[in-house]
Nanobody, 129 residues
Framework: VQLQASGGGLVQPGGSLRVSCAAS????????LGWFRQAPGKAREFVGY????????SYADSVNGRFTISRDNAKNAVYLQMNSLKPEDTAFYHC???????????????????????WGQGTQVTVSS
């Protein structure tokens, strides 16, 4: 699976932005899709993930209630809708794919970058006035 994120840009605090991740290759629908972000000088941070069938999502506390992940398996795409953006949301955003387990090995399985097998090129999101 090859992944490519797009849609980043400059947005004012309080604004909204939707970034997309397009996938190519086979069996996109069997993978959980996660979003991670990395700001300069900081470690990569889990943002959220969505299950293979799109029925389950989970988010980091820092974005819960503001960000929403969705996917369209017919289009091989996953989306990250970001609302009420804050300057601290400024980062490079990556999408990644992991094998999906109905019962993952640990409760935090999908929050860990090491459990993702495919990574896409990221897109820069800058929140600034």
């Amino acid at each position: 699976v090859q992944l490519q994120a797009s849609g980043g840009g400059l947005v004012q605090p309080g604004g909204s932005l939707r970034v997309s991740c397009a996938a190519s290759g086979r069996s996109f629908e069997i993978y959980a899709l996660g979003w991670f972000r990395q700001a300069p000088g900081k470690a990569r941070e889990f943002v959220g993930y969505i299950s293979s069938d799109g029925r389950t999502t989970s988010y980091a506390d820092s974005v819960n209630g503001r960000f929403t992940i969705s996917r369209d398996n017919a289009k091989n795409a996953v989306y990250l809708q970001m609302n009420s953006l804050k300057p601290e949301d400024t980062a490079f955003y990556h999408c990644a794919a992991a094998y999906y387990y109905t019962l993952p090995p640990t409760p935090y399985y999908y929050t860990l970058p090491r459990n993702y097998v495919y990574w896409g090129q990221g897109t820069q999101v800058t929140v600034s006035s």
